[in-house]
């Protein structure tokens, strides 16, 4: 090799070197300090061992719209960008450097590296996870109205929803209009202490507000993942974070073109499910632990559970039956008697489009008593946000399931995919109890007069009760075949199994729309 | 000094902790009846119950005090 052609090899080598170095040593013993790790070593977590391809490793701050770079260089301008695979899946990701510049969002990383994955990645049909650690926009670039010419990262990102899976590990904070990425996501779990998302940062929020607020306060996971219901799943570090963000991955394809990938299992789909009278009791008013039905009934160790700390009346996530991945909408009598509430309603609903989007079959374990009713719940609008759960049960084409376990009360059974949503099989357990109300409800609206006109209306309105309650049992939707079965629980398992593998080749006609109207 | 409210409307339908208890975290401390569920009042944490706000049978509003801890 001539010694001119080995200088202009050395030269790449050292950029490259200098690059890989991030922030430098200072910088990145910072990052280690606050608990975090370096974007490079987050990456090597994330995908199947050497297998990164990175793009735009040699990238750095440009002087643009009249700003200086940086003296000290910003390798990569501050955010890491590539693909690799995800158990051996092509996966595209965004990671925010924070030992450069604070992670924050420059010319060149936004409109060159962040939206170059996000075209390859739409391009090609394949996932994309965005590791968020970052100070927000970078002002000096983007102060003025050149702002004029941002924005595009959003609009893409509805453009991709629903066509590809979009993760947004919380990493770090993730402040002003940045926090959009984790708005539209499909999945955002958080690390504790350490990741914050908030629309305007602390400081911001002092200079427009005057409130005294620090960005953990304001929007750590204690905030989004108990009380707003913005983040997903909080996660104890980084480490954690980005094992959940993998296994989250495994549940859906590539791409809505795709199925979800089959995971064989030693664990046999035609096995009783033992433990069941233990679990549920047979008095309609107690409360239990649906997690434990769940755990029993699916796949040894494939529950996922999404959004455990945020309306828990009702439980997601995902799971499998017989090695298919499915998602599971079950409500939890342990959490307000399992009642549906705004809250639970808007879970519920984001979760089954979610699913459906990406052809993941659903299973609805239903015991519900109903919606919460009252003027409290009126004028939050729990109509406008119940309707949200009717729409995306309706509107779900994939495969649908529905075990009828208890209860099963009025507008409660047509959400958690009643006869009329169209599941694909709808079975009842011994216990249910299906109708539009209580018999206790029922009695004074229907009986009311006879109530009044008794000699003796107390008695006369347990007796009536018991006539109502002699109505209320999983036969009689039997005997109309509005139900196609009423199954032992033991049974639940393999039942399941049998229904998702019956509609693998479920095709639904719609007529032709734009798009719905859903209620928001 | 730690307040435990209802989380929903409902009636209070037994009361199964008095003043002077010592409590452990998640101990039942009364059970409400709403929507056809009794629906548990549990102790967020560990202490004396230095008052029970409600009696049987009332009824009580979402963010009611049902018990105060100390």
Known sequence: ???????????????????????????????????????????????????????????????????????????????????GEVEGREVWVIAYDFTVMAGSMGAVGEQFKAARVRELALRYRRPIVWLLDSAGARIQEAA???????????????VMSGVIPQVAAMLGPCSAGTAYIPGLADFVPMVKETSSMSLGGARLVKAATGEDVTDHDMGGSQVHCYESGVGDN???????????VRRFLSYLPSSNTDEPPFRATDDSGDRDVDGLEKIVPTNP???????????????????????????KNIVVGFARAGGHAVGVVANQPMQKGGILDSDSADKAARFIRMCDAFNVPLVYLMDVPGFIVGSQVEKEGIIRHGAKMLYATSEATVPKVTVIMRKAYGAGYYVMCGKGYQPDLIVAWPLAEISVMGPEGAVNIIFNKQIEASANPKETRGQLIETIRSQINPYLAAGWAMIDDVIDPAETRRVIIRGIEQARNKKVERPWRKHGNIPV | MTEVKAELVGSVWKITSKPGDEVAEDDVLMILESMKMEISVTAPRAGKVREIRVKETDVVKEGQVLVVLE
């Open chain 1, 144 to 158: 003025g109205s050149t702002f004029a010419g941002t924005g595009y990262l959003f609009y893409d990102q509805v």
């Open chain 1, 1 to 83: 090799m001539s010694e001119d052609y080995s200088a202009k090899i050395s030269e790449l080598k050292s950029r490259r070197e200098q690059n890989l170095g991030m922030g430098g040593k200072e910088k990145i013993a910072k990052q280690h300090e606050r608990g975090k790790l370096t974007v490079r070593e987050r990456i090597d977590l994330l995908f199947d061992k050497d297998t990164f391809v990175e793009f735009g490793l040699l990238a750095s701050q440009q002087a643009v719209r009249g700003g200086e770079p940086d003296t000290d260089g910003t390798p990569a301008d501050g955010v890491v960008t590539g693909h």
């Open chain 1, 234 to 244: 909080e996660v104890e570090d980084d480490r954690g974070c980005i094992a959940m």
């Open chain 1, 285 to 311: 008013r107690a409360a239990y632990d649906v997690k434990r039905v769940i755990k029993a009934v699916f796949d040894r160790d494939s529950w996922f559970e999404i959004k455990p700390a945020w309306a």
